[in-house]
């Protein structure tokens, strides 16, 4: 069974940093693709960042572009996502995701796995 778990998550005030970690297991196939949504509340599920097996990185809209950076460590199949520079309207659910294929996408519904979310709070 797979399961993703993510970590990281917390209050910060404006201006800060957080790393968020998303442990995977159960993944059966090397050939995946790690991603991060976030969801804030009333809005839709909107697409961060996502890194390929092959760590090919697939950014987001320009606003988060520079600020925020996804990795991928292989050797424990966990997924990072450095963010600096956090503004108030990054506050949200930061969820991690894997998708059974070798590119990366936007789309969440292309993602086959979800982990449970962490709560990022960003104050201003």
């Known amino acids: 069974q797979v399961q993703l778990v993510e970590s990281g998550g917390g209050l910060v005030q404006a201006g800060g940093s957080l790393r968020l970690s998303c442990a995977a297991s159960g993944l059966t196939s090397r050939t995946y693709t790690m991603g991060w949504f976030r969801q804030a509340p009333g809005k839709e599920r909107e697409f961060v960042a996502a890194?390929?097996?092959?760590?090919?990185?697939?950014n987001s809209a320009v606003q988060m572009k520079g600020r925020f950076t996804i990795s991928r460590d292989g050797s424990d199949d966990t997924v990072y996502l450095q963010m600096n520079d956090l503004k108030p309207d990054d506050t949200a659910v930061y969820y991690c995701a894997a998708r059974m294929a070798l590119t990366p996408s936007e789309k969440h519904n292309d993602y086959d796995h979800w982990g449970q979310g962490t709560q990022v709070t960003v104050s201003s």
């Open positions: 890194i390929s097996d092959l760590h090919d990185i697939h």
